[in-house]
């Protein structure tokens, strides 16, 4: 059953991936530790880093969560972070997501339940907050919101039960669906590893993401649904689709987050993108990431966006 909390006052609006930020809930690495054994990770680019020694380091989290913080507020971008609590919570995104003006709570994976004592002190700001029954699976990642429109990321094959890397499910669409009833919910199936990064999108952010006013970057391969990537390219047209490969997409190439439509941060080292943002005049913000992809999640899974400036068009 659907919960609607009522508490104090803070105003939240999100109808756009692109339109100007206001507010946004980061995430934190300071109480970030290494996992007892593999069976502690959920995603195949944490598992791979883990067994070849390669986990991140805490301190260099830190260095580059700073910067991305650093960044956000010379932009102009009002910062929260996740409350401190016993655990890794790099990822915010994860957690949740907000809609128009309500701020919807995660039905994340048991393991990770954990992670959402980091929102108790923004969520006693917030009017609207919808709570999914646990059932109904979903995580930020996989929702993105274009003005109308709601793209949902899902995994609907029969062994979703065994599919670690599955995070959104079916019914927490139909529900979001029957609550957003001004809006047209697109689901958008996405094919899953659990042992091999080329060839999962952990969530539709990995693959899909809006920039700018009308175009996206897009990983074809990614999508299991063939009708449903059609859609997608027709919404937004072929000519303002940057195509990604399925390793760039390991690699996080569509994990960028965008501050307005004309201001974008990416990872400095994914020069080909880079290049394309310059061409269709973006400015681009560059910071090394690389050790928070370590973890299978670049600039949007970090950022909880909680009010842009609301998109009319």
Same mark, same amino acid.
């Given at each position: #059953?659907? =919960?609607?909390?009522?508490?104090?006052? #803070? !105003? @939240?609006?999100?109808?756009?991936?692109?339109?100007?930020?206001?507010?946004?809930?980061?995430? !934190?690495?300071?109480?970030?530790? %290494?996992?007892?054994?593999?069976?502690?990770?959920?995603?195949?680019?944490?598992?791979? +880093? *883990?067994?070849?020694?390669?986990?991140?380091?805490?301190?260099?989290?830190?260095?580059?969560?700073?910067?991305?913080?650093?960044?956000?507020?010379?932009? &102009?971008?009002?910062?929260?972070?996740?409350?401190?609590?016993?655990?890794?919570?790099?990822?915010?995104?994860?957690?949740?997501?907000? @809609?128009?003006?309500?701020?919807?709570?995660?039905? @994340?994976?048991?393991?990770?339940?954990?992670?959402?004592?980091?929102?108790?002190?923004?969520?006693?700001?917030?009017?609207?907050?919808?709570?999914?029954?646990?059932?109904?699976?979903?995580?930020?990642?996989?929702?993105?919101?274009?003005?109308?429109?709601?793209?949902?990321? *899902?995994?609907?094959?029969?062994?979703?039960? +065994? =599919?670690?890397?599955?995070? /959104?499910?079916?019914? $927490?669409?139909?529900?979001?669906?029957?609550?957003?009833?001004?809006?047209?919910?697109?689901?958008?199936?996405?094919?899953?590893?659990? /042992?091999?990064?080329?060839?999962? $999108?952990?969530?539709?952010?990995?693959?899909? =993401?809006?920039?700018?006013?009308?175009? $996206?970057?897009?990983?074809?391969? $990614?999508?299991?649904?063939?009708?449903?990537?059609?859609?997608?390219?027709?919404?937004?047209?072929? =000519?303002?689709?940057?195509?990604?490969?399925?390793?760039?997409? %390991?690699?996080? *190439?569509? !994990?960028?987050?965008?501050? !307005?439509?004309?201001?974008?941060? /990416?990872?400095?080292?994914? /020069?080909?993108?880079?290049?394309?943002?310059?061409?269709?005049? #973006?400015?681009?913000?560059?910071?090394?990431?690389?050790?928070?992809?370590?973890?299978? &999640?670049?600039?949007?899974?970090?950022?909880?966006?909680?009010?842009?400036?609301?998109?009319?068009?």
């Amino acid at each position: #059953m659907i =919960q609607v909390f009522q508490s104090l006052n #803070m !105003n @939240i609006q999100i109808n756009s991936e692109t339109s100007s930020l206001k507010e946004v809930l980061i995430g !934190n690495s300071y109480n970030f530790k %290494s996992p007892l054994n593999f069976r502690d990770l959920y995603d195949p680019t944490s598992l791979i +880093n *883990y067994l070849k020694g390669r986990y991140p380091i805490k301190f260099r989290l830190q260095n580059q969560l700073s910067k991305l913080k650093k960044t956000l507020i010379k932009n &102009g971008v009002i910062v929260h972070e996740l409350d401190i609590v016993n655990t890794n919570q790099i990822f915010s995104r994860d957690l949740g997501f907000v @809609i128009d003006d309500k701020f919807f709570l995660s039905s @994340i994976i048991p393991d990770r339940e954990h992670e959402l004592k980091g929102l108790k002190s923004i969520l006693k700001n917030i009017n609207n907050i919808v709570r999914l029954p646990k059932s109904a699976h979903i995580e930020g990642g996989d929702v993105v919101v274009d003005k109308n429109h709601v793209f949902i990321g *899902y995994y609907g094959k029969n062994d979703y039960k +065994n =599919q670690i890397t599955a995070r /959104t499910n079916k019914k $927490a669409i139909r529900i979001i669906r029957d609550k957003l009833k001004n809006k047209e919910i697109f689901p958008i199936e996405l094919i899953k590893s659990s /042992t091999k990064p080329t060839i999962n $999108a952990l969530h539709l952010d990995c693959c899909f =993401q809006p920039v700018s006013k009308n175009k $996206a970057v897009i990983c074809k391969e $990614a999508f299991a649904n063939k009708i449903e990537l059609n859609f997608l390219i027709s919404y937004f047209g072929e =000519q303002n689709i940057f195509e990604v490969t399925l390793k760039e997409m %390991s690699r996080l *190439y569509c !994990n960028f987050f965008s501050i !307005n439509e004309n201001t974008v941060i /990416t990872d400095k080292r994914f /020069t080909r993108l880079i290049r394309w943002f310059d061409e269709i005049g #973006m400015k681009v913000e560059k910071i090394d990431f690389s050790e928070i992809s370590k973890l299978g &999640g670049l600039f949007r899974c970090c950022t909880l966006p909680l009010k842009r400036e609301k998109n009319k068009k």
